[in-house]
């Protein structure tokens, strides 16, 4: 059995996402130029995005990490937002740009942002690599999107169902029989 064998449709490949990253990863170093700023990785699903990312950026630049609470084992926000890891070191007068897989309902960005914005940073951003607008339920501002998607949900490059599927390199929506 492969985790192949459970996709429906690949909604992004992996040669589009390699690009679409080191553009990012460009536009960032020349925003930044002189700034180097701290990344803020959002755990566990951004993981695959941020290490590609901090890696086509050019400039000095630096990495942490954060875990909030996901879904659980389902596909539905229950609006309940929790810090499970922290940040290592203080983010007082840093340029901080958070780097998140998805922004869905936007309640976990929302969230985050208010806690990190208490913090004294000396700046605050968001790069997401999917956008999913329909889906909004607080307005939160995301400087960098890799790409706006249809309200889908979407698994590789890092996301998951289940805890599964983020091992596969593209990101693509699964058959129907696999939430049964
Ligand atoms: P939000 O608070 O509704 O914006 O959800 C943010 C989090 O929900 C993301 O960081 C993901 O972990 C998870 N999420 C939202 N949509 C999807 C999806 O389509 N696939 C996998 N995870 C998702």
């Known amino acids: 059995m492969s ?3 459970d996709v429906e449709e690949v909604l992004i490949p992996e040669e589009v996402l390699r690009a679409r990253v080191q553009e990012l990863g460009r536009q960032i170093s020349s925003d930044y130029e002189g700034k180097q700023p701290l990344l803020v990785g959002i755990l566990t699903g951004a993981v695959f995005f941020v290490a590609d990312l901090m890696r086509a950026i050019t400039i000095p630049c630096q ?29 007082e007068g840093r340029h901080v740009l ?18 990190l914005k208490a913090r004294y940073p000396a700046s605050l951003a968001v790069c997401v690599l999917l956008d999913k607008a329909e889906r909004r339920r607080r307005e939160v501002p995301l400087r ?34 696999v939430y049964r």
Not at 98 to 115: A, E, F, P, R, S
């Open 3 to 5: 985790l192949v064998d």
């Open 63 to 91: 990495l942490d990490f954060m875990a909030t609470s996901a879904y659980g084992a389902g596909t539905e926000n229950t609006g309940v937002v929790r810090i499970l890891k922290d940040l290592n070191d203080s983010i």
């Open 98 to 115: 958070v780097v998140d897989d998805i922004v869905d309902t936007g309640l976990t960005m929302d969230y985050l942002l208010t806690t």
């Open 144 to 177: 960098y999107v890799g790409f706006r998607i249809p309200d889908r949900f979407v698994v590789g490059y890092g996301m998951d169902y289940a805890g599964l599927y983020r091992n596969l390199p593209f990101l693509c929506v699964l058959k129907p029989e």
